[in-house]
């Protein structure tokens, strides 16, 4: 069963500090990969998308990376700010079927002063 | 969250009725989805459709039926509701199919209380 699993389930940082959350997957072969920031009662906003091909993605302070070969993604948010605070979810696209996205449970991060 | 909205954003309602959520999008988007988040889980599909009338199931498809009859409406129906179906609820949209570099839209939800 494909899965994509995220860790830390919920992390802590104070404000202007750095932070990376991670996402491990078994999809494969997989066509691209995702991460969406959704806040409190908001629906999730993409932030990157990556092909199979590609390692790394910026977004401002979001740089996503991914390691095709271990199958793991992170993503590093550069000097926090409290706009932060929200679910980071990662999602994958199995390759060839079109609309079964798998996605990670998600990390809460509270940035907080 | 631009071109597309759901309505309504909250509804409680009892056991056992049939309830209508309704994603409206303006951006011409050829497909839509319908998911539900809850704890403990990532979001799951419900249905999808690439087109008018154009329908398929996703994976925890029982008990939900949808219709598209227009390209900008794509409505959710739970037949008979029941407290496990509650649960917040998402349509998204997407202009290719997801396993291309297509833009992927998420709605605000509708958080649906069964009682």
């Known amino acids: 069963k494909n899965q994509v699993e995220q860790s830390p389930q919920s992390l802590i940082i104070l404000e202007g500090k750095n932070c990376t959350l991670q996402?491990?997957?078994?999809?494969?072969?997989?066509?691209?990969l995702r991460w969406y920031k959704q806040d409190t009662g908001r629906g999730p906003v993409s932030l990157t998308i990556?092909?199979?091909?590609?390692n790394t993605k910026s977004n401002g302070r979001y740089t996503a990376t991914l390691d095709a070969d271990t199958k793991q993604s992170s993503l590093h948010i550069t000097a926090s700010q409290l706009s932060d605070s929200a679910s980071y979810i990662c999602?994958?696209?199995?390759?060839?079927?079109?609309?079964?996205?798998?996605f990670g449970t998600g990390t809460r991060l509270q940035v907080t002063l | 969250d631009a071109g597309i909205t759901q309505s309504p954003r909250h509804k409680v309602t009892e056991t056992g009725t049939p309830v209508t959520l309704r994603c409206h999008q303006t951006?011409?988007?050829?497909?839509m989805y319908w998911y539900r988040q809850d704890p403990g889980h990532g979001l799951r599909l419900i249905h999808y459709?690439?087109?008018?009338?154009?329908?398929d199931k996703g994976e925890v498809s029982d008990g939900y039926s949808v219709s598209r009859s227009k390209t900008e409406d794509f409505l959710l129906t739970l037949e008979s509701a029941t407290s496990s179906q509650t649960s917040v609820y998402f349509c998204?949209?997407?202009?290719?199919?997801?396993?291309?570099?297509?833009?992927?839209?998420f709605g605000s939800g509708t958080r649906l209380t069964v009682v």
């Open positions: 998204a949209i997407s202009d290719g199919w997801p396993g291309g570099d297509y833009g992927y839209t």
């Open positions: 996402c491990n997957y078994t999809v494969s072969p997989f066509s691209n």
């Open positions: 990556m092909t199979f091909s590609e």
């Open positions: 999602v994958v696209s199995p390759k060839g079927t079109a609309s079964k996205l798998t």
């Open positions: 951006e011409n988007h050829r497909y």
């Open positions: 459709s690439y087109g008018v009338k154009d329908t």
